[in-house]
């Protein structure tokens, strides 16, 4: 099979397994939402985002981080030289949490298989965890984001090779503007990640420090920050 021929087959298999889980009934946020946030972007990215979970504007178009947050996060990649076309954007729930309430455990095992069938149809050179939940999830690790930011871990998610690459999730600059240095800090180091895959140490345990949210909250989403 040819390169050309097999990431046609995997542009394929991933529009079909998306047609499947827009009707999913997994778990209980199905009945609550508009409509599932499969993921957007490019099929054949080399760098994969994962958030979350859909916020308030999200469930309403379909489309992960259109909310502040989002707008956030294309500025960020404006500024590295790459725009959200160029990219893949999931989150760790397809779904909308009720209030934007964070992931309860059932719903993350109900909900995990799409995600990691996503990165195997993908097959990003680099996934940037934004936050707590997808971090851990990916990882498989219990290291918070405040220990692990910046901290690229080479990684191995079901037959994908790949830089594990943590990060504040952009939300937590809309709650703590200081954070905005950080996330920009962290985005610097993207484009050296993408250009190789480098042999990088485990991360370094470090002391915690208090833990921001990293939630979009209602009022931001809605255009009131």
Same mark, same amino acid.
């Given at each position: 099979?040819?390169?050309?021929?097999?990431?046609?087959?995997?542009r394929a298999e991933?529009?079909?397994?998306a047609a *499947?889980?827009?009707?999913?009934q997994?778990?209980?946020?199905?009945a609550?939402?508009?409509q599932?946030v499969? /993921?957007?972007g490019?099929?054949?990215?080399?760098?994969?985002?994962v958030?979350?979970?859909?916020?308030?504007h999200?469930?309403?178009?379909g @489309?992960?981080?259109?909310?502040?947050a989002?707008?956030?996060l294309e500025?960020?990649l404006?500024?590295?030289g790459l725009?959200?076309?160029?990219? %893949? @954007?999931?989150n760790?729930?397809?779904?909308r949490?009720?209030?934007?309430?964070?992931?309860q455990?059932?719903e993350?095992?109900?909900?995990e *298989?799409?995600l990691?069938?996503q990165v195997?149809?993908?097959? #990003?050179?680099?996934?940037c965890?934004?936050?707590?939940?997808?971090?851990k999830?990916l990882s /498989?690790q219990? %290291?918070g984001?405040t220990?692990?930011? /910046?901290?690229?871990?080479?990684?191995?998610? /079901?037959?994908?090779?790949?830089?594990l %690459?943590?990060?504040?999730?952009?939300a937590?600059a809309?709650y703590t #503007?200081?954070?905005?240095?950080?996330l920009?800090?962290d985005?610097?180091?993207l484009?050296e990640?993408?250009?190789?895959?480098?042999a990088?140490?485990e991360p370094?345990?470090v002391?915690?420090?208090?833990?921001? #949210?990293?939630?979009? #909250?209602e009022?931001a989403?809605?255009g009131?920050?």
């Open positions: 099979m040819t390169a050309m021929s097999d990431a046609a087959e995997r991933l529009e079909r397994r *499947e889980w827009r009707g999913c997994k778990c209980a946020l199905a609550g939402r508009t599932v499969v /993921g957007a490019n099929p054949d990215a080399g760098l994969m985002f958030g979350e979970a859909p916020g308030f999200e469930d309403r178009q @489309i992960p981080f259109v909310g502040q989002g707008k956030l500025s960020l404006g500024e590295i725009s959200r076309d160029r990219v %893949y @954007i999931a760790v729930l397809k779904c949490p009720p209030g934007n309430r964070d992931p455990p059932d993350i095992d109900a909900c *298989e799409h990691f069938a195997e149809l993908i097959q #990003p050179r680099v996934i965890t934004l936050g707590n939940f997808a971090t999830l /498989g219990p %290291y984001i220990r692990v930011h /910046g901290k690229p871990q080479p990684h191995r998610i /079901g037959s994908v090779e790949l830089v %690459y943590p990060i504040f999730h952009p937590a809309l #503007p200081s954070m905005l240095d950080t920009r800090a985005f610097a180091q484009p990640l993408l250009a190789e895959r480098p990088v140490p370094v345990p002391m915690d420090v208090p833990a921001v #949210p990293e939630r979009e #909250p009022y989403q809605l009131l920050f």
